[in-house]
C-alpha cells in the first residue's frame, strides 16, 4: 500500500492524488461559496469574501437562500421594510450556516470592508455575525470572523478574541501584519500569496518558478517566524494563482484553495512532498521584530506591495459589497 512517505520520495508515483496526499500535512480549506464544490472535494474548513458571495448569490442554484434572507429579515423588522444592509449580513450567516452543514469543521465570514478603519465598528459587527449563528444553532467555536489586517482590525481582533470569539485576518502581504495579529493571538491569518505574486510580476516585468514566488516566499518567512517564536496562530496560505504555489506550501497549517485548483490536485497522483515542518522552523536564525503602532505603521508603509494590494483589496471587496447590495435591493 502506498503511504505518504513513498509518495514523499522523487520519481515515485502513489495510488493517492495530490489533493489526498495534501490532506494529510495540511488542513485543506475551500475558499468558495458553492456547495457543490464543497461535497465534491470534501475540505475540513470553508471561507468565504463578499466577491464568492456575490458570485454564488447570482446562481439559481442559490435563489432560495436569497429568497430567504429577504423573507426573514422582513418579518424581523418592524413595518416590514428590511435594510438591505440587514438582509446582506443574514445571507451571509445563511451561506455559512449551509456550508457548515457540508464541511466538518469552520467557515470564515468577512465583516464589511469599509469598516476596515473602524475598530469598534468591526467589533459590532463580529458581534452581530455570532449572535446570528447562535439563533442558527451553530456555536462561535465553527465561525472565524473574517478582517482585513490594518491596525485598527488587528485590535478589533484582540478584543474579539479576549471574548472566545476566533478571528481570519485576511489581506495580509508583510510580515509586520502578520507579527501584529500574532502578538493580538489572532486565531489565523491568511496571507495573499498569488496577489503577491501578480504585483512583483507587474513590478519585474517576469515571470516566477514556484519556489522562488515571492508570495510563497513570503508565507514560508512568517510560518518560519510563528514556530520560531512559539505563536499559536495558524497561517493559512490564501489566494492562489497555480498549483505550484500550493505545492510549494504543504506542510503550512491550513491552505485555502479554489474549487479549479482543487480540481487539479485532485487529478494528479505526482508526489507531493513536505515543504514546510514546524521542528525545522524552530531552528532557523530569525529575529524577533518588536512591534507597536508606530513601527508597525511605519514598516508597513516602507513595504510598497503590502500597502498598495491591501488597500486594493479593500476596494475590491468593498465593490463587490456594494454589487451584492445592489443585486439584493433588485430583488425587493
Known amino acids: 500500500m502506498s503511504t505518504i512517505a513513498e509518495a514523499q520520495k522523487p520519481g515515485t508515483q502513489t495510488a493517492l492524488n495530490q489533493l489526498d496526499q495534501l490532506k494529510k500535512m495540511t488542513k485543506v480549506v475551500a475558499d468558495t461559496g458553492d456547495f457543490e464544490k464543497l461535497k465534491e472535494y ?22 432560495t437562500l436569497v ?30 450556516s449551509e456550508i457548515l452543514k457540508i464541511v466538518p469543521g469552520r467557515v470564515s465570514t468577512e465583516t464589511d470592508a469599509d469598516l476596515s478603519f473602524d475598530t469598534q465598528g468591526l467589533i459590532n459587527k463580529a458581534h452581530k455575525f455570532i449572535d446570528l449563528y447562535k439563533k442558527m444553532g451553530i456555536p462561535r467555536e465553527r465561525i472565524l470572523i473574517k478582517i482585513a489586517s490594518t491596525w485598527e482590525g488587528i485590535r478589533a481582533a484582540e478584543t474579539l478574541q479576549k471574548e472566545g470569539i476566533n478571528c481570519n485576518m485576511t489581506l495580509l502581504f508583510s510580515m509586520p501584519q502578520a507579527v501584529a495579529a500574532a502578538e493580538a493571538k489572532a486565531k489565523l491569518i491568511s496571507p495573499f500569496v498569488g496577489r503577491i505574486l501578480d504585483w512583483h510580476k507587474a513590478k519585474e516585468k517576469k515571470d516566477f518558478a514556484p519556489a522562488e514566488d515571492p508570495g510563497v516566499q513570503s508565507v514560508k518567512e512568517i510560518y518560519a517566524y510563528y514556530k520560531k517564536f512559539g505563536y499559536e496562530t495558524e497561517v493559512m496560505g490564501a489566494s492562489f494563482r497555480n498549483k505550484g504555489e500550493i505545492l510549494e506550501l504543504a506542510g503550512c497549517d491550513a491552505l485555502t484553495i479554489s474549487p479549479q485548483l482543487m480540481g487539479e490536485l485532485k487529478s494528479s497522483n505526482d508526489p507531493a512532498p513536505r515543504k514546510l515542518d514546524p521542528q525545522a522552523a524552530k531552528g532557523e536564525k530569525i529575529e524577533r521584530l518588536q512591534l507597536d503602532e508606530k513601527k508597525f505603521r511605519w514598516l508597513f508603509n516602507e513595504n510598497a506591495m503590502a500597502t498598495e494590494k491591501t488597500s486594493e483589496g479593500i476596494r475590491i471587496f468593498n465593490a463587490d459589497a456594494l454589487k451584492l447590495e445592489e443585486f439584493i435591493s433588485k430583488q425587493l
Request: charged share 25%; aromatic share 8%.
Open 42 to 63: 470534501t475540505p475540513q474548513d470553508a471561507t468565504t469574501n463578499p466577491s464568492l458571495i456575490y458570485k454564488a448569490a447570482q446562481m439559481a442554484d442559490y435563489k
Open 67 to 96: 429568497d430567504k434572507a429577504i423573507a426573514d429579515t422582513r418579518k424581523s423588522t418592524a413595518g416590514g421594510k428590511p435594510q438591505v444592509g440587514e438582509i446582506m449580513d443574514y445571507l451571509l450567516v445563511l451561506f455559512g
